[in-house]
């Protein structure tokens, strides 16, 4: 039997969980004696939910497992800043596969669509909104790079408007930023209410266990998972828990995890909202890959996203200097309103590949591993999971043809040497972030 290390665990208070109207809602299984399934997906994250929806599907009289060591909307799918993008934000213009990225815009929107349809039959409200995002620049030297994103867009066929300080004064209550490029495409929601409400209405067969960590397993032969209380044997598995597939023994050096932090505002009062006035909820992602995410959220509050650690795992020290960068970061962009505090800080995981592209394979026979989403796993957690979900059931589509040819990611070597040059090389990026931060 194979032992697991190491565990995520809960860093700092999540926003986004703590103010889900579906937090405590969801009605998951004990697992406390043995069992045995069909199918099992370790991590019920985006990618996770997706797979067991798509399995479901194709096979309705199946026996599905969907287990994660946390709660649901707790983990790194509940953490990140709520955006659902369509069109890539960094790609070089001068060599941009357009096939490729037209494809990969393709497979954004299909992931968009399939959430959209699935909350719209079910009346789920994750706070979904079509706002689009702004990709904005305080400083002129990123400038370039909103330049480069109108190129690509223009080659690809998106559509976007470019805003000058004037415009974008109106549209996001601050004069901080000089130059955007908005998208319409993308989704903003509560990150974690989409997770426990797509959970909530998953096929009946499908049983969810929460707060079930993994502890061991044996994967040749009869597959046997090891949990606190009882076994579950199965027939097929797929380990979709992101940066920690490496501690599962799933994606050996494949995947560099990568921790960054968050802060949200408590609901601003009427006086605060006079700033506002007329101004829909927004998100703003930084023209520098190292800046500051914004929200103004569709119930009054505003998140501050930034500050990367490469590391598995967090501690005070670090979740508190990340609010330090927090605090100034939101007094720069909203002097006038400088003075709200912070109502919940935490951090989460990213998982990271060295040439972006996903660990998507059969690692051994009927194992399935799902990784390496690089900050985007709204939208390519929710194709990724669907798509594995055909793979495992032998369904053949251009799209997957497509996945299987363009998700391999790169060799990254172990050891604490390159942890150490990963956070160097963050440094020097957020440094030359500036005051994208």
Not at 67 to 73: C, E, F, H, M, N
Not at 290 to 318: C, H, K, M, Y
Not at 392 to 399: F, H, L, V
Request: glycine share 8%.
């Amino acid at each position: 039997m194979k032992k697991i290390k190491k565990f995520p665990v809960l860093d700092g208070s999540n926003g986004w969980f703590d103010t889900s109207t579906y937090k405590g809602k969801l009605n998951s299984k004990i697992l406390d004696e043995n069992r045995t399934y069909d199918f099992v997906i370790i991590g019920a994250g985006v990618t996770g939910i997706s797979a067991a929806r798509r399995l479901a599907e194709i096979y309705p009289q199946a026996k599905i497992a969907l287990i994660d060591a946390l709660k649901i909307g707790q983990g790194t799918s509940g953490r990140n800043s709520g955006f659902m993008i369509d069109v890539p934000h960094f790609l070089d213009p001068n060599n941009l596969d357009i096939d490729k990225e037209s494809k990969t815009v393709e497979l954004n929107k299909f992931a968009i669509k399939r959430l959209k349809d699935t909350i719209e039959e079910h009346d789920l409200k994750p706070e979904w909104n079509h706002s689009g995002t702004y990709l904005a620049a305080n400083e002129e030297c990123n400038f370039n790079n909103i330049d480069a994103f109108i190129q690509t867009q223009k080659k690809i066929g998106s559509q976007y408007e470019v805003l000058s300080q004037s415009e974008l004064v109106k549209r996001l209550g601050t004069h901080y930023y000089k130059k955007a490029v908005y998208t319409p495409g993308t989704v903003l929601m509560n990150p974690a209410s989409l997770m426990m409400s797509l959970a909530s209405v998953l096929p009946e067969n499908i049983d969810i266990y929460e707060d079930t960590p993994l502890r061991s397993m044996q994967l040749s032969g009869e597959k046997t998972l090891q949990f606190d209380k009882a076994n579950i044997k199965c027939d097929q598995i797929v380990f979709a828990t992101n940066a920690f597939n490496e501690a599962v023994h799933a994606s050996k050096n494949k995947i560099a995890p990568v921790f960054t932090y968050a802060s949200l505002t408590r609901v601003l009062n009427s006086k605060e909202l006079l700033n506002f006035e007329g101004i829909a909820s927004y998100g703003v992602t930084s023209a520098h890959p190292a800046g500051t995410s914004l929200r103004f959220t569709s119930d009054n509050r505003i998140l501050i996203r930034n500050t990367v650690n490469a590391s598995l795992t967090s501690n005070e020290t670090s979740l508190k200097r990340a609010c330090e960068k927090h605090r100034l970061s939101f007094e720069n962009r909203y002097p006038n309103i400088k003075g709200v505090p912070f109502e919940y800080s935490w951090g989460g995981i990213l998982g990271m590949t060295l040439n972006h592209q996903s660990h998507f394979s059969e690692t051994n026979k009927g194992v399935y591993s799902v990784a390496g989403l690089n900050g985007l796993g709204l939208a390519k957690g929710t194709y990724l999971g669907h798509y594995m979900a055909e793979f495992i059931c032998g369904k053949s589509s251009s799209q997957l043809d497509f996945i299987l040819k363009n998700e391999n990611p790169s060799w990254i070597p172990p050891g604490p040497l390159t942890t150490l040059g990963a956070n160097l090389r963050i440094r020097y990026e957020e440094y030359r972030a500036g005051m994208e931060i």
